[in-house]
């Protein structure tokens, strides 16, 4: 079996023969939201399965390709969707994709979920700009796959906060330029792949602002590689334990999609302060 640098190696190497330059910005576009590779100059698309050791996203409304080229003035490199935990995969492989970003050459990254908003105040289509996590997933894949790299979360690894300070205020700066409601957030990260019970809401408000089944992943690697993190999340429903309704991955999807737009606008806001015309040389 490859260790994980080998794998990570084999990757990057791939990705750089088909797109030479170096990326400054790395994206992950979750639930709903990779509607924003739209508005990307596009110089290259790659199915994930077509790039050694990649994780295949199998979750709806994930595309699974990544895609390269610029935004904004900015070389980007964006993840059309996502791994997770519960498709089977172990930490080091949902890990992966942002260890290859970092070999590339990224120096932020930014990552987006559709999330269930824990905080009643809340309203569908809400930004929460992360300023923590609670990291309640298995430390493992769920089908006990081995792990090929040391999971950040026990390797030793400790951060005091992954969520840049600096770019969060720019991002909650950026909202209320643009008239519509950001706020900072704790998000809970679980497993999944479910909707909480009423009894499992009220618990999980005791602990953050918003629930969802990625990003924790991702966001610990991007703080191990020593990247800057900006984490929105989307809220798509809100959780109100005494009168709980029913949610579908199908609805989670098209509210996630309508509040696109406004991750649109933080996200072509940070691209600007990164856009420099040294982005078009090779790696």
């Known amino acids: 079996m490859k260790s994980g640098q080998e794998q990570v190696a084999e990757a990057t190497r791939y990705v750089r023969s088909i797109w030479p330059r170096r990326p400054r910005v790395g994206l992950i576009l979750g639930t709903g939201l990779g509607g924003l590779v739209k508005q990307i100059d596009c110089e290259a698309a790659i199915a994930f399965e077509e790039i050694p050791c990649f994780p295949r996203s199998t979750a709806l409304s994930h595309s699974g390709q990544l895609v390269a080229g610029r935004l904004a003035g900015c070389a980007?490199?964006?993840?059309?969707?996502?791994?997770?935990?519960?498709?089977?995969?172990?930490?080091?492989?949902?890990?992966?994709?942002?260890?290859?970003?970092?070999?590339?050459?990224?120096?932020?990254?930014?990552?987006?979920?559709?999330?269930?908003?824990?905080?009643?105040?809340?309203?569908?289509?809400?930004?929460?700009?992360?300023?923590?996590h609670v990291d309640l997933m298995t430390r493992g894949s769920p089908n006990g796959a081995e792990s090929t790299w040391p999971d950040a979360a026990t390797s030793g690894?400790?951060?005091?906060?992954?969520?840049?300070?600096?770019?969060?205020?720019?991002?909650?700066?950026?909202?209320?330029?643009?008239?519509?409601?950001?706020?900072?957030?704790?998000?809970?990260a679980v497993t999944g792949p479910n909707y909480e019970t009423r009894a499992e809401y009220r618990m999980l408000r005791q602990l953050g602002d918003a629930v969802?089944?990625?990003?924790?992943?991702?966001?610990?690697?991007?703080?191990?590689?020593?990247?800057?993190?900006?984490?929105?999340?989307?809220?798509?429903?809100?959780?109100?334990?005494?009168?709980?309704?029913?949610?579908?991955?199908?609805?989670?999807?098209?509210?996630?999609?309508?509040?696109?737009?406004?991750?649109?606008?933080?996200?072509?806001?940070?691209?600007?302060?990164?856009?420099?015309?040294r982005d078009s040389v090779e790696a």
């Open 76 to 132: 980007v490199l964006a993840m059309q969707g996502r791994c997770h935990l519960y498709e089977g995969y172990s930490r080091a492989e949902v890990g992966l994709p942002v260890r290859m970003m970092h070999a590339l050459g990224i120096e932020v990254l930014v990552v987006s979920n559709a999330s269930g908003g824990l905080d009643p105040r809340m309203e569908s289509g809400d930004i929460l700009v992360l300023n923590g």
């Open 157 to 188: 690894h400790r951060v005091a906060s992954p969520y840049d300070a600096t770019i969060a205020a720019h991002a909650l700066a950026t909202a209320r330029r643009a008239g519509f409601c950001a706020r900072t957030g704790v998000y809970v």
């Open 212 to 277: 969802g089944m990625s990003t924790v992943p991702e966001v610990l690697v991007a703080a191990e590689c020593g990247l800057p993190v900006l984490a929105l999340s989307v809220v798509t429903n809100v959780a109100r334990p005494d009168a709980l309704a029913s949610t579908t991955g199908g609805e989670v999807v098209d509210l996630a999609e309508q509040a696109e737009p406004k991750l649109r606008e933080i996200v072509l806001a940070l691209l600007q302060r990164y856009g420099d015309p």
